[in-house]
């Protein structure tokens, strides 16, 4: 299993899956962080965690050469997330799929690894493409796919959240959860 590899000011670095020490995202952030060099919030976010609000002030980002920045979510997820972009855009011929990973890539954005950035190092984003870039008026819709928000290793307060939160999943299997139509 290859680790990420994650940019920073510094160059490209290796690391190790267990060595990055990513921020508790269920956790309070006290104030909003700094936004990095060459970015600015995410202009055309329709639902999810917009930067400098709730309760970890963590948002998407938009990079100065136009890609997205979305930060990892608590560690397990984050990493898991990374490895799946990973997966798919640099496959391992030795991993045995019925389906080659490679099949999804047309069906998302492009990964373009992962960065950290010396305004707050501690936290990572992965950086992938815009795909609305091409687009003078996207119409954009963000639509939670399945019957389930939660790890299965959620509390169970999560879990009675999460039906509260998107009470038709269940029934239909999937929830919109913001859209914008130009």
Avoid: W
Wanted: aromatic letters at 8%; hydrophobic letters at 30%; a positive charge.
């Amino acid at each position: 299993m290859q680790s990420p590899v994650l940019q920073s000011a510094g160059g490209v670095q290796k690391q190790e899956e267990n060595d990055i020490k990513l921020p508790d995202s269920d956790s309070q952030r006290p104030t909003t962080p700094p936004l990095p060099t060459d970015c600015e919030p995410l202009s055309h976010q329709v639902a999810g965690h917009v930067h400098g609000k709730g309760k970890t002030k963590i948002g998407m980002l938009q990079y100065k050469d136009g890609t997205i920045l979305k930060p990892f979510q608590r560690p397990s997820r984050g990493q898991k997330e990374a490895l799946f972009y990973q997966r798919v855009f640099s496959p391992d011929p030795t991993l045995p799929l019925k389906v080659p990973m490679e099949t999804l890539q047309p069906f998302i954005p492009c990964y373009y690894g992962t960065v950290a950035f010396k305004e707050d190092p501690n936290l990572y984003y992965l950086k992938l493409e815009d795909v609305t870039k091409k687009y003078r008026k996207p119409c954009i819709m963000d639509v939670k796919i399945g019957c389930q928000t939660y790890e299965d290793s959620a509390t169970q307060f999560k879990k009675e959240n999460a039906k509260i939160k998107y009470p038709n999943m269940l029934k239909v299997g999937f929830q919109i959860s913001g859209m914008r139509v130009s």
